[in-house]
């Protein structure tokens, strides 16, 4: 999984997919905490000569249907995204030949930027793919049940795509963590399906 690269703006931001409700937990053993967030430096875009361009049928933009398969954590933000598996949201996807990829919640303005490989004669992918991606729209602002507000931001994202027949499919999974508590986390798992 990409490693978390930091904050790039702290602007007022609603739920990707959800209204939290409040619930505390504890941090997996296996995930070390987080530093203190800091500015990003910039994304690497340009691929390497070995990395293959990507094929033609990607490139542009795709209007997606998002739906979240799996949630676990801990805290009122992983029970909301708990509650919300299943339910469609609008997305964006931005593919160029040379493997930037960048999906887009135009709900609440988060913006996440990755440098994928080929996969295939038409597909993508940054899983085991070594590199860093930047989002703009963290850390997000989340309100629990009781009136709390929870800020998270993201320690590590990848995504995955295919085109068949005119049409996109694929996968995005992301680890999302308090910013005053690595014990209050979520990950979570979508799937996407679109067209141009």
Do not use: H
Not at 30 to 54: F, K
Not at 123 to 128: D, H, N, Q, S, W
Not at 152 to 158: A, K, M, R, W
Request: charge should be negative; aromatic fraction near 10%; glycine fraction near 12%.
């Amino acid at each position: 999984m990409r490693a978390w690269q930091g904050v790039v703006s702290t602007a007022a931001f609603t739920a990707v997919v959800l209204v939290a409700a409040c619930g505390d937990g504890s941090t997996p053993s296996s995930v070390p905490s987080p530093a203190a967030p800091s500015a990003s430096p910039a994304p690497t875009s340009t691929p390497t000569p070995s990395t293959p361009r990507l094929s033609s049928d990607l490139v542009g933009v795709w209007n997606l249907s998002l739906r979240i398969t799996e949630a676990t954590g801990a805290g009122c933000v992983a029970e909301a995204f708990r509650a919300r598996i299943g339910e469609p949201d609008a997305y964006s996807l931005g593919i160029s030949d040379s493997g930037q990829v960048t999906i887009s919640s135009p709900s609440d303005g988060l913006s996440c930027s990755f440098t994928a490989k080929a996969d295939g004669d038409n597909g993508f992918t940054t899983y085991g793919v070594p590199g860093f991606y930047t989002c703009v729209g963290e850390p997000r602002t989340y309100t629990c049940a009781d009136g709390t507000e929870r800020r998270y931001y993201s320690f590590g994202q990848d995504i995955d795509g295919k085109v068949s027949g005119g049409r996109i499919t694929g996968t995005w999974m992301a680890f999302w963590y308090d910013v005053t508590s690595d014990a209050l986390y979520v990950e979570a798992k979508a799937q996407y399906s679109g067209a141009k």
